[in-house]
């Protein structure tokens, strides 16, 4: 009998848990300010989680003005808090863009964390993005 109310509490626990757990899921928006001052471009981040983890892509209009879509890695979901990695290919080099953030109803937080020009220090931005309603 303590063993099954053990297990039964437990399972209830990691229902409830789940259930507090911020909805990440869906696509969330925001504005990247332009190279050397230009026109800021419109970033998407669609998200989906499964279980804690994160799958998606990281989309954006490329020079060509067609959207160029980068699937994420290494996606996880701890509560409100939200983690991935963006790996895009430049010139035959590859470069990972980390992104964490924390999600409070319809507003993603994101630190976005790319690595230096010619080996510097990498750059950390912080953006705020808006759960899209389309």
Known sequence: MTKKLL?????????????????????????Q?????????KVTVTLKNSGGSLT???????????????PISEGKVDGNDVSFKVTTQMGGNSMTTDYKGTVSGDE????????GRNGGDPVTTEFSAKR???
Do not use: E
């Open 56 to 70: 998606g892509d990281v989309s954006r209009p490329g020079r060509d003005g067609n959207a160029m879509s980068t």
């Open 33 to 41: 300010p332009g190279r050397g001052g230009g026109d800021p471009v």
């Open 7 to 31: 297990f039964v509490t437990t399972i209830l626990l990691v229902v409830a848990f789940a259930a507090f757990a911020a909805d990440v899921s869906g696509k969330w928006v925001y504005d």
């Open 108 to 115: 993603l937080k994101l630190k976005v964390t790319r690595p």
């Open 132 to 134: 899209a309603t389309t």
